[in-house]
């Protein structure tokens, strides 16, 4: 089984009882920082958690799911789950990876129910990493951008206004001087277009 | 064949510019559990080198820690406050833990050492005798904290966060206290008790002796006188309550390494696996939780004790990054 780390790395007391003090703030990496900080004064550690990987966290989730609203909801359940199970306590790996790995498995799980075969929708839990899986992940991200490149011109304008920004149907008609139907029309295309070419990911 | 997969190769990949025959390579670094956090690594690099979009940080954590339940177990003091008073006591108690915190960061960089401070890991359980002779019993994930200077000649007072027995030695004059976090005070005058002190819950079982517990409770200081076999439980919201047991030895049989059951539930079974050895529990179906267990068993692990629980129940676990899944 896998023990909950508590290697002399996160154990403030033993590293100032081995080194001395002004050496040891040079050397301590950011990850052990807030290790130390989450165990003294947890509400601050998580708080310098959160600022330090919600950005690029977020930025990494609409890669896979092209919608910045989605992204953030998705980071921030990540954040809060790890908070309120207080995994910090138990993660195994580094903070980062964790973080990466669960936001990228959730991306992953909330496109499958979008456009993976509606039947086959249970989101797990997330799972191990496996090789296999995290390149599969990468992998996704790659096609996703390709597919969205393939769009004609207009179509991928309202689909980045539509999903990607959140905007609303009459807005965008109004911007790009189109008619909310035709709107619509590009939408139904985009979403077809990704659901076909996504099908073999999502499984 | 040397395979060394670098930087630039990764970032090549997550731009989308690799080759099915480096994608191979990158497959065969991952084999490698050791290339995992370097995968992380560089991937958080590069998404903050090409990022999609800035997002507003401030106001997420602001709304992320303003959700109810991210509060409670935040401040995991009390019950919950309306409005105001609960900002201000979780203000309150931030400026508490902050200065708890300013101490254990003099403490551990400066090695001024006003209080001797002992922990025990998941898993671990250990014993100490303090400079006075009385003996602590540390269960797993506890913190006892003590005056470095003075201990046993102007004071004996402990602090607890966690779970530890005490086999205090008499001294005519001089009380021995264990403070926690929760507005309780245990005063000994020479005893053998157990105290308990994790999230909302706090208990005092008392073996030998007599000791005098000091709470809180609607808002005004209660004083209460334990009897050999009296266990005392606090919990969050609800009334105390003192009730007598058979045996108060064995809710200390965790020193030995052995778990006692007497009908437990698997659903009060699971806060004990995450205050022992750092595990959440997860049921996949909620009529698990309502299972239940007796007996005593021996075991050293956390898988030791899952295994036991299993083939009594002739149920399934697995654990997954720090997750014990029941199932059937």
Redesign the interface.
């Known amino acids: 089984m896998k023990e909950p780390k508590q290697s002399s790395g996160n154990n403030p007391l033993r590293i100032a009882a081995d080194k001395d003090a002004d050496d040891q703030a040079l050397l301590m990496d950011n990850e052990t920082f807030i290790r130390i900080m989450l165990k003294d004064d947890p509400e601050k550690g998580f708080a310098v958690l959160f600022k330090k990987y919600y950005g690029p966290l977020c930025s990494h989730a609409t890669r896979f799911v092209y919608s910045k609203e989605i992204a953030q909801d998705i980071v921030s359940e990540v954040f809060l789950n790890f908070w309120n199970k207080r995994l910090f306590e138990s993660v195994a790996s580094t903070f980062r990876a964790y973080l990466y790995t669960a936001v990228r498995n959730s991306a992953y799980n909330q496109l499958k129910q979008e456009f993976g075969d509606r039947l086959a929708t249970t989101p797990e839990p997330v799972e191990d990493v496996d090789p296999q899986s995290i390149l599969l992940l990468s992998e996704l991200m790659t096609k996703i951008e390709r597919t969205i490149e393939t769009f004609p011109p207009q179509c991928q304008k309202v689909f980045l206004l539509s999903r990607y920004e959140g905007r609303k149907n009459r807005e965008i008609a109004d911007e790009l001087q189109i008619r909310p139907k035709t709107v619509e029309a590009h939408m139904m295309k985009a979403l077809s277009i990704l659901k076909k070419t996504l099908s073999d990911y999502l499984k | 064949m040397e395979n060394s997969v670098d930087k630039h190769i990764l970032f090549e990949?997550?731009s989308?510019r690799s080759t099915p025959l480096r994608?191979q390579q990158?497959?065969?670094w991952?084999?490698d559990p050791e290339n995992?956090?370097p995968?992380?690594?560089w991937?958080?690099e590069w998404?903050?080198a090409n990022?999609?979009?800035?997002?507003d940080?401030?106001t997420?954590?602001t709304?992320?820690?303003g959700?109810e339940?991210?509060v409670s177990?935040?401040t995991a003091s009390r019950r919950k406050g309306r409005g105001l008073s609960r900002i201000f006591r979780s203000r309150l108690i931030?400026a508490v833990?902050?200065a708890?915190?300013l101490v254990?960061?003099t403490?551990?960089?400066?090695?001024i050492l006003l209080y001797r401070?002992m922990s025990t890991?998941?898993?671990e359980t250990r014993s100490v005798v303090l400079p006075d002779g009385s003996l602590v019993s540390m269960n797993a994930n506890t913190t006892v904290r003590y005056n470095r200077f003075g201990f046993g000649k102007t004071n004996r007072e402990v602090f607890l966060s966690g779970e530890a027995d005490f086999t205090v030695t008499h001294s005519g004059s001089q009380p021995f206290t264990v403070n926690t976090d929760k507005d309780l005070k245990v005063l000994v005058l020479g005893t053998r008790f157990t105290v308990y002190t994790r999230g909302e819950k706090a208990t005092v079982v008392l073996r030998e002796g007599k000791v005098q517990l000091q709470y809180q409770e609607e808002k005004k200081e209660q004083r209460l006188e334990l009897q050999p076999g009296d266990l005392f439980t606090a919990n969050k919201g609800a009334k105390t309550n003192v009730r007598h047991i058979a045996n108060p030895e064995n809710l200390s049989a965790w020193k030995d390494h052995e778990f006692l059951f007497d009908a437990t539930s698997l659903s009060e079974l699971a806060g004990m696996i995450r205050d022992n050895?750092?595990?959440?529990v997860?049921f996949e179906d909620q009529a698990l939780s309502e299972r239940s267990i007796s007996g005593s068993f021996h075991a050293d692990?956390?898988?030791e004790l899952?295994d036991v629980i299993a083939q009594l129940l002739n149920i399934h676990y697995t654990?997954?990054?720090?997750?014990v899944?029941f199932s059937e």
């Open positions: 990949s997550f989308g994608k990158i497959e065969d991952l084999r995992i956090e995968y992380y690594e991937l958080d998404e903050r990022p999609q979009f800035i997002p940080t401030a997420a954590l709304r992320i820690m959700q339940e991210a177990q935040l931030a833990i902050a708890l915190a254990t960061a403490y551990a960089l400066k090695n401070s890991a998941y898993g050895f750092g595990l959440s997860h692990t956390a898988a899952l654990i997954r990054e720090g997750t899944y």
